[in-house]
T-cell receptor, first 115, second 110 residues
Framework: GAGVSQSPSNKVTEKGKDVELRCDPI?????LYWYRQSLGQGLEFLIY????????KSGLPSDRFSAERTGGSVSTLTIQRTQQEDSAVYLC?????????????FGQGTRLTVV | RKEVEQDPGPFNVPEGATVAFNCTYS??????FFWYRQDCRKEPKLLMS???SGNEDGRFTAQLNRASQYISLLIRDSKLSDSATYLC???????????FGAGTQVVVTP
């Protein structure tokens, strides 16, 4: 597809379960972000992948969160032993970081609800 | 101090009026600046880039003040459809990560 694709669009999980969220960025985009957004709040940075460089994980809130980006394309965000405070919309964005005024494109997000 | 700060609002604006708001950034090495728009329960989308000399896109005008490290967005002749949260985005260098502000909410009323 032409845009950033995220799956699933909605996920309801029980507290303590693990979840995996997927992001398919736009082909050729070297940079990929994960953010999360709680209801009525701003974007909270989680992790940033840039080409083959080591990812910037400084935003991950705990060691229950991890992310991978395989082959410089698809990324998965994994949350282990989910807690209710993990409930949020998880947004993925990609862009061509080598260009100066480059637009970041967002996926429609995964709405995670932990019950 | 946050790297990018915005007044959260809400800015309540009568239809047809003009509204303006700023965004301050802390990294003086920032090179690229953007305004994104986010509608309720939707993903952010690019509204406009901000250029050094300032730029217009229809009813929207963006300005950059490097000396004081802020960017601004002005909306003229506000429409009901302009109601949204406006996110300020700053990029420090060619390979740097984007820094998002928390957003300014604008509510245009009839």
């Amino acid at each position: 597809g032409a845009g950033v694709s995220q799956s699933p669009s909605n996920k309801v999980t029980e507290k303590g379960k693990d979840v995996e969220l997927r992001c398919d960025p736009i082909s050729g985009h070297t940079a990929l972000y994960w953010y999360r957004q709680s209801l009525g709040q701003g974007l909270e940075f989680l992790i940033y992948f840039q080409g083959n460089s080591a990812p910037d994980k400084s935003g991950l809130p705990s060691d229950r969160f991890s992310a991978e980006r395989t082959g410089g394309s698809v990324s998965t965000l994994t949350i282990q032993r989910t807690q209710q405070e993990d409930s949020a919309v998880y947004l993925c964005a990609s862009f061509r970081s080598e260009q100066m005024n480059t637009e970041a494109f967002f996926g429609q997000g995964t709405r995670l609800t932990v019950v | 101090r946050k790297e990018v700060e915005q007044d959260p609002g809400p800015f309540n604006v009568p239809e047809g009026a003009t509204v303006a708001f700023n965004c301050t950034y802390s990294n003086s090495a920032s090179q690229s600046f953007f305004w994104y728009r986010q509608d309720c329960r939707k993903e952010p989308k690019l509204l406009m880039s901000v250029y050094s000399s300032g730029n217009e896109d229809g009813r929207f005008t963006a300005q950059l003040n490097r000396a004081s490290q802020y960017i601004s967005l002005l909306i003229r002749d506000s429409k009901l459809s302009d109601s949204a949260t406006y996110l300020c985005v700053v990029k420090p260098r060619s390979w740097g990560k984007l820094q998002f502000g928390a957003g300014t909410q604008v509510v245009v009323t009839p």
